[in-house]
């Protein structure tokens, strides 16, 4: 395990006697990480389906219809009432606690969109029907990975810009 330098260790301790700077951090961790489980959290597909004695996992593979003994062999609707019926007769379904993906919209609603806060779309739906707390969770995890991509890539390229003016003009 590699050791912390003591003048590093004292940076450290001076940042958390700042007790706001601190939190701030172990705040935005938590919801860094959320974003990266924004699948596991809202999802439009069931995380594990058990149907017919045979396991599946929509989350990772695309299954058709006709695996869930639908006529057609087109990749799976698992919001279609008919499937969800199929898979609630003849097994269950795991399900993400937030049932919408950042592109899926809640056909099902009886409200006009944008939606106030329901038990199906804790903060609502957009003007488009889109769950608000999916797209929030899945354009975090956007944002953030931008903004730590385009700060390495920023790093690596002011050091090498830093070593090319003393390279060319000696």
């Not at 106030?116 to 990975?145: E, M």
Request: hydrophobic share 40%.
């Amino acid at each position: 395990m590699p050791r912390i330098s003591p003048v590093n260790q004292a940076r450290w301790a001076r940042f958390r006697h700042n007790r706001r700077g601190y939190w701030s951090l172990w705040i935005f961790a938590v919801l860094f990480v959320l974003s990266l489980c924004s699948e596991l959290i809202a999802n439009d597909k069931p995380l594990l389906v058990h149907f017919n004695e045979r396991w599946y996992v929509p989350v990772l593979n695309n299954y058709s219809e006709s695996d869930f003994g639908g006529p057609f062999a087109t990749p799976a609707e698992y919001q279609d009432p008919w499937l969800r019926q199929q898979i609630d007769q003849h097994g269950w379904a795991l399900w993400a606690p937030i049932r919408f993906g950042a592109n899926s919209i809640n056909f099902a609603t009886t409200t006009p969109f944008p939606s106030p806060p329901s038990t199906q779309n804790w903060l609502g739906t957009d003007a488009n029907g889109g769950d608000v707390l999916a797209r929030i969770l899945y354009g975090t995890r956007i944002s953030i990975l931008f903004g730590l991509m385009l700060t390495l890539f920023s790093s690596v390229m002011g050091r090498g810009g830093r070593c090319r003016p003393g390279l060319l003009w000696r």
